[in-house]
């Protein structure tokens, strides 16, 4: 069963990024505010309309003023990071294709895409950009071959999403254990702590614990959805897809608290008892 | 090709759904059962016929042999050979499986020469050779359960469980076969050759299941070998592989973890390099191991003099790649960027060491140079790079490959006695 989570998404950005317009990158080392991408959820029915006198916030333990929040208003950046390797030929490439042209057709007007594609060799087949038929005719050209570098691979797909200061998703799916990548495990989760973007994960590994991507979804506020093959792919895809949709972005500007470090972040909603997951906090400067 | 192919000993009760679970069985026999005579004489003839490093037909007819017959085998060559150089008194009359016959008609009765018995050793080694060539050659490339044990292996490609597989057992009867060289099997320059050659081919086939009783079989006739040793490390850093420990905790195969398997690892370089100081493959590996098991300043150290006298591309990129991870690990990051320079500079089209850079300009803050490091080398076609980055074949990857080392075998068998 899918269990709804509140995602929660920390960025330390200027106040005025929150406006829906198309962004260049910029990065601050500065705590001028914080971001916090939250899905809020009961009986796994993601909650809306909710204001920002609604929301409980403490940074550190320090309850902090809620600024600002957005539902559905901003525009989306996806990343897919998807899995290529050898075991990917046949009816399992078909229906990977097919569930990423069905995300892919899902973005709206002001969305950005791009496509990560691995085996045990990393390939940023597509940058971030707003030409989604660019993404979608990388994701035809891409062919299976090889081993699999699902940790490389999901490194590199958080570094293209922090390429621009839009709200990112990575989406990264695989069928195999990672059996190339050079970088360790424990380094790419700790840089999924720092990281801005939320990272989703799909495993269709038959008798393996996806244990990595347990640990990168946890980290960033996303999920990780484990599948015995790659039938449903399409229906998982899609259901990231919504489930990101369904996200408020709350902001606040620290206060009473150190500007270095890491910050652990509660969020609550006030006179409620709402299903909530956010991510553990941000590295303020990260 | 396939990077990952992995074959990992496991117990047949372990494995789980989707996963063969019927017992290998010795079973299918192309030849008649044969009484010792002619079979002896069958095994001899195909020895002497054999091409060393040929699928020929000696290899094909007795790759078809089963278990049971090759143990029967083995049982009566070691009393033909304990007899043979044991006894003196041509004359004397034996009963063997109730075949009455003196020494001095043994000869005519398997059809060799007498010199053929009493010499012994190269008929041994030529058997080896022999079925050496058959695991390698011949049951690979068969379908069938021949040449197997009951000793169950799972397989693994791209990390995934893909079937069951066997132990060899040309491999047991080979090792046999030089176990009664004389005076002792430490003693024969060519059955070292064949050690070192067919230990490489496992290592690089990642044959784990055959390479465990290889190398504690011929670990014991050669202790002190460097050479050995070396590759001894070599199996156990590899099976401290993510991908191995996976497939045999997916399994619920009793491996050693990797930490285990890393300290073994450590020891057995240590110990290469305490019988050849010079042994550089060892010194990179050592260090490599030694960063892995969290004594970064002693990998540093290690890799540091390894440096000194590399000579070889993938070594130096190794070093370089490994240091720079050491040095990283140290919190000295100028030092660890310039490692990681160095093996762009090696291979500039691996992309290990810009991922490397990539995540340290990352650990910084700077994510601008973090992607520009990425992107100078992943947004390249992945057929044309495909093969580039000497870290994916890390673990099946050798100074001396076992095609090398195997030419030499038989060259150097071909062209001589080796005492």
């Given at each position: 069963?899918?269990?709804?989570?509140?995602?929660?998404?920390?960025?330390?950005?200027?106040?005025?990024?929150?406006?829906?317009?198309?962004?260049?990158?910029?990065?601050?080392?500065?705590i001028?505010?914080?971001?916090?991408?939250?899905?809020?959820?009961?009986?796994?029915?993601?909650?809306?309309?909710?204001?920002?006198?609604?929301?409980?916030?403490?940074?550190?333990g320090?309850?902090?003023?809620?600024?600002?929040?957005?539902?559905?208003?901003?525009?989306?950046?996806?990343?897919?990071?998807?899995?290529?390797?050898?075991?990917?030929?046949?009816?399992?490439?078909?229906?990977?294709?097919?569930?990423?042209?069905?995300?892919?057709?899902?973005?709206k007007?002001?969305?950005?895409?791009?496509?990560?594609?691995?085996?045990?060799?990393?390939?940023?087949s597509?940058?971030?950009?707003?030409?989604?038929?660019r993404?979608?005719?990388?994701?035809?050209?891409?062919?299976?071959?090889?081993?699999?570098?699902?940790?490389?691979?999901?490194?590199?797909?958080m570094?293209?999403?922090?390429?621009?200061?839009?709200?990112?998703l990575?989406?990264?799916?695989?069928?195999?254990?990672?059996?190339s990548?050079?970088l360790?495990?424990?380094?790419?989760?700790?840089?999924?702590?720092?990281?801005?973007?939320?990272?989703?994960?799909v495993s269709?590994?038959?008798?393996?614990?996806a244990?990595?991507?347990?640990?990168?979804?946890?980290?960033?506020?996303g999920?990780?959805?484990?599948?015995?093959?790659?039938?449903?792919?399409?229906?998982?895809?899609?259901?990231?897809?919504?489930?990101?949709?369904?996200?408020?972005?709350?902001?606040?500007?620290?206060?009473?608290?150190?500007?270095?470090?890491?910050?652990?972040?509660?969020?609550?909603?006030?006179?409620?008892?709402?299903?909530?997951?956010?991510?553990p906090?941000?590295?303020?400067?990260? | 090709?396939?990077?990952?192919?992995?074959v990992?000993?496991?117990?047949?009760?372990?494995?789980r759904?989707?996963?063969?679970?019927?017992?290998?069985q010795?079973?299918?026999?192309?030849?008649e059962?044969?009484?010792?005579?002619?079979?002896?004489?069958?095994?001899?003839?195909?020895?002497t016929?054999?091409?060393?490093?040929?699928?020929?037909?000696?290899?094909?007819?007795?790759?078809?042999?089963?278990?049971?017959e090759?143990?029967?085998?083995?049982?009566?060559?070691?009393?033909?050979?304990?007899?043979?150089?044991?006894?003196?008194?041509?004359?004397?009359?034996?009963?063997?499986?109730?075949?009455?016959?003196?020494?001095?008609?043994?000869?005519?009765?398997?059809?060799?020469?007498?010199?053929?018995?009493?010499?012994?050793?190269?008929?041994?080694?030529?058997?080896?050779?022999?079925?050496?060539?058959?695991?390698?050659?011949?049951?690979?490339?068969?379908?069938?359960?021949?040449?197997?044990?009951?000793?169950?292996?799972?397989?693994?490609?791209?990390?995934?469980?893909?079937?069951?597989?066997?132990?060899?057992?040309?491999?047991?009867?080979?090792?046999?076969?030089?176990d009664?060289?004389?005076?002792?099997?430490?003693?024969?320059?060519?059955?070292?050759?064949?050690?070192?050659?067919?230990?490489?081919w496992?290592l690089?086939?990642?044959?784990?299941?055959d390479?465990?009783?290889?190398?504690?079989?011929i670990?014991?006739?050669?202790?002190?070998?460097?050479?050995?040793?070396?590759?001894?490390?070599?199996?156990?850093?590899?099976?401290?592989?993510?991908?191995?420990?996976?497939?045999?905790?997916?399994?619920?195969?009793?491996?050693?973890?990797?930490?285990?398997?890393?300290?073994?690892?450590?020891?057995?370089?240590?110990?290469?390099?305490?019988?050849?100081?010079?042994?550089?493959?060892?010194?990179?590996?050592?260090?490599?191991?030694l960063?892995?098991?969290?004594?970064?300043?002693?990998?540093?150290?290690?890799?540091?003099?390894?440096?000194?006298?590399?000579l070889?591309?993938?070594?130096?990129?190794?070093?370089?790649?490994?240091?720079?991870?050491?040095?990283?690990?140290?919190?000295?990051?100028?030092?660890?960027?310039?490692?990681?320079?160095?093996?762009?500079?090696?291979?500039?089209?691996?992309?290990?060491?810009?991922?490397?850079?990539?995540?340290?300009?990352?650990?910084?803050?700077?994510?601008?140079?973090?992607?520009?490091?990425?992107?100078?080398?992943?947004?390249?076609?992945?057929?044309?790079w495909?093969?580039?980055?000497?870290?994916?074949?890390?673990?099946?990857?050798?100074?001396?490959?076992?095609?090398?080392?195997?030419?030499?075998?038989?060259?150097?068998?071909?062209?001589?006695?080796?005492?």
């Amino acid at each position: 069963m899918t269990r709804l989570r509140m995602l929660c998404l920390a960025v330390v950005l200027p106040l005025g990024w929150l406006v829906p317009e198309p962004q260049s990158p910029t990065f601050s080392s500065r705590i001028e505010a914080v971001r916090i991408d939250v899905l809020v959820s009961e009986r796994n029915v993601p909650v809306r309309g909710l204001r920002p006198d609604d929301f409980e916030v403490f940074d550190n333990g320090v309850r902090q003023r809620v600024d600002l929040v957005v539902f559905e208003q901003l525009p989306l950046n996806i990343v897919l990071t998807l899995d290529m390797s050898a075991s990917m030929s046949g009816q399992r490439l078909e229906q990977l294709r097919t569930a990423g042209r069905g995300v892919l057709d899902g973005l709206k007007k002001g969305d950005q895409a791009a496509l990560v594609s691995f085996s045990h060799h990393v390939v940023i087949s597509a940058g971030l950009t707003p030409d989604i038929g660019r993404v979608r005719a990388a994701l035809d050209r891409a062919r299976p071959f090889g081993d699999t570098s699902v940790i490389d691979a999901t490194y590199t797909g958080m570094m293209v999403a922090e390429s621009d200061a839009g709200r990112s998703l990575v989406m990264v799916f695989s069928d195999g254990l990672d059996t190339s990548s050079w970088l360790a495990a424990q380094d790419v989760v700790e840089v999924a702590r720092r990281s801005d973007a939320v990272v989703y994960a799909v495993s269709a590994v038959a008798l393996a614990k996806a244990d990595f991507l347990r640990d990168v979804v946890t980290q960033t506020g996303g999920r990780l959805i484990e599948l015995d093959s790659t039938r449903d792919l399409g229906a998982a895809f899609l259901s990231v897809l919504d489930e990101f949709r369904q996200r408020y972005l709350v902001s606040y500007s620290p206060t009473g608290v150190s500007k270095d470090g890491w910050h652990a972040v509660q969020v609550r909603v006030k006179g409620r008892n709402p299903s909530i997951k956010a991510r553990p906090g941000y590295f303020a400067g990260s | 090709m396939l990077l990952a192919s992995v074959v990992i000993a496991a117990r047949p009760a372990t494995f789980r759904a989707g996963v063969q679970t019927a017992p290998v069985q010795a079973t299918a026999r192309s030849e008649e059962r044969l009484a010792w005579v002619p079979r002896i004489r069958f095994w001899l003839q195909a020895v002497t016929e054999h091409t060393p490093g040929r699928a020929d037909p000696s290899a094909v007819r007795i790759g078809a042999w089963s278990g049971d017959e090759l143990d029967a085998l083995r049982t009566d060559l070691v009393w033909l050979f304990k007899r043979t150089r044991q006894d003196r008194d041509a004359q004397r009359q034996y009963v063997y499986k109730q075949t009455t016959f003196t020494l001095a008609e043994l000869p005519a009765l398997l059809g060799v020469d007498a010199s053929t018995l009493e010499t012994g050793n190269p008929l041994l080694e030529r058997g080896a050779l022999l079925h050496a060539d058959i695991a390698m050659l011949v049951v690979p490339t068969s379908l069938s359960d021949q040449g197997c044990r009951v000793t169950q292996a799972v397989t693994a490609n791209d990390g995934l469980i893909v079937g069951s597989g066997c132990e060899g057992i040309h491999w047991i009867f080979a090792r046999a076969l030089l176990d009664n060289l004389t005076p002792s099997p430490s003693r024969s320059a060519t059955a070292r050759l064949w050690s070192l050659a067919t230990i490489a081919w496992m290592l690089e086939g990642r044959d784990y299941t055959d390479g465990r009783t290889h190398l504690e079989h011929i670990q014991r006739w050669f202790p002190a070998d460097a050479d050995i040793l070396f590759q001894h490390g070599y199996y156990h850093e590899a099976l401290a592989a993510p991908v191995v420990q996976a497939v045999a905790r997916n399994v619920s195969l009793e491996l050693p973890s990797a930490r285990e398997q890393l300290t073994e690892a450590a020891e057995l370089f240590r110990r290469a390099l305490v019988s050849n100081p010079d042994l550089a493959e060892a010194r990179v590996r050592r260090g490599r191991v030694l960063h892995a098991l969290g004594q970064d300043q002693e990998a540093s150290d290690e890799l540091q003099r390894a440096k000194a006298g590399l000579l070889n591309v993938h070594l130096r990129y190794y070093a370089e790649l490994f240091l720079g991870d050491a040095h990283e690990a140290l919190g000295q990051y100028a030092s660890a960027r310039d490692c990681y320079g160095r093996a762009v500079a090696l291979c500039p089209g691996a992309q290990s060491p810009r991922l490397a850079l990539s995540l340290l300009a990352r650990r910084t803050g700077d994510r601008i140079a973090a992607l520009h490091e990425l992107e100078t080398i992943l947004t390249r076609p992945p057929d044309e790079w495909a093969y580039a980055d000497p870290w994916w074949t890390y673990h099946v990857w050798q100074l001396r490959p076992a095609r090398d080392l195997l030419a030499e075998l038989r060259t150097s068998f071909l062209a001589g006695p080796s005492q």
